[in-house]
């Protein structure tokens, strides 16, 4: 029986920019989906169109909704992460649901502390109005360009914006921002737990999550006694699993599975 794989998107991109992934994966012998957050619509522009379905949902909300997901699959699965769905992937892990686990770019967690400028700047068009807490808000082409697409040409980052971008819940950014003030911030990993192997990775270009701040999420696995690597791509921005060098990142990751026995 094929190793169920199971995507999970961040914010502002739709489940169907896992698509090619779900290609390459099947093609190695997996058995991959990559459902989309509660609230997300099938599509792209329906999604767009009705940005209220997603907004108010939080970190819990997703780990909840994809645990159910999973709790009805034939074997644990391996769960690939991007951004903030690195952060659930990272959970989802810890709470014993999956064989394994890769964080691509994650979202910070509780204990993370370096805030990088490049990082305050992607995400204050968001945090910089606490009424966008309950709300979805989109990014425009140039927002999306600074924090996703820095490392391509903005010709590439906008044809990435019109093919994969919808409005994401300001919620999440919000619980991540305030996590280390928060004892039981939804935001925590227990990164503790005996568990499948972990592999984190950081972007060099990285912009919405910095190389440091993966670096820094890496570093609080010290004391765990299962496997946890990392990885870094020096010359990726935000867009590393969407853009035109997903390819390296996706059989970088294939790589490190089949090291792993998964």
């Known amino acids: 029986m094929p190793t169920p794989v199971v995507f999970i998107h961040g914010l502002w991109l739709h489940a ?11 093609a190695a012998g997996y058995d991959p989906i990559a459902p989309g957050w509660p609230g997300d619509s099938s599509t792209v522009a329906e999604s ?34 991007h951004s903030f769905g690195g952060l659930v992937a990272q959970k989802l892990l810890g709470m014993g649901l999956a064989a394994g686990a890769i964080a691509l770019d994650p979202a910070q967690i509780r204990g993370v502390l370096p805030l990088p400028l490049a990082q305050l700047k992607s995400a204050f068009p968001v945090l910089g109005n606490p009424f966008n807490y309950k709300k979805a ?31 994401a819940p300001g919620k999440p950014l919000f619980q991540a921002a305030l996590a280390n003030f928060l004892p039981n911030t939804p935001a925590k990993v227990n990164t503790k737990a005996a568990r499948g192997p972990l592999l984190i990775t950081g972007g060099g270009k990285d912009h919405t999550v910095p190389e440091v701040v993966s670096r820094s999420a890496y570093k609080l696995y010290r004391k765990s006694p299962s496997v946890t690597e990392y990885k870094v791509f020096p010359d ?27």
């Not at 909704?65 to 690939?80: E, G």
């Not at 989109?138 to 409005?167: C, D, M, R």
């Not at 990726?236 to 026995?261: C, F, I, P, Q």
């Open 48 to 81: 767009n169109a009705h940005p209220e379905r997603i907004a108010n949902v939080g970190i819990d909300d997703v780990v909840e909704h994809y645990a159910a997901i999973i709790r009805k699959l034939p074997a644990k699965p391996i769960v690939i992460g």
């Open 16 to 26: 169907d920019s896992w698509k090619p992934w779900i290609e390459l994966f099947r």
């Open 137 to 167: 808000i989109p990014q425009t082409p140039k927002q999306f360009f600074y924090g996703f697409g820095n490392a391509v040409s903005e010709q590439e980052s906008n044809a990435l914006h019109a093919k994969y971008h919808i409005p």
């Open 236 to 262: 990726r921005g935000h867009s590393l699993t969407v853009d035109s060098g997903w390819n390296e990142v996706a059989n970088a990751s294939l790589t490190w599975l089949k090291s792993k026995g998964l």
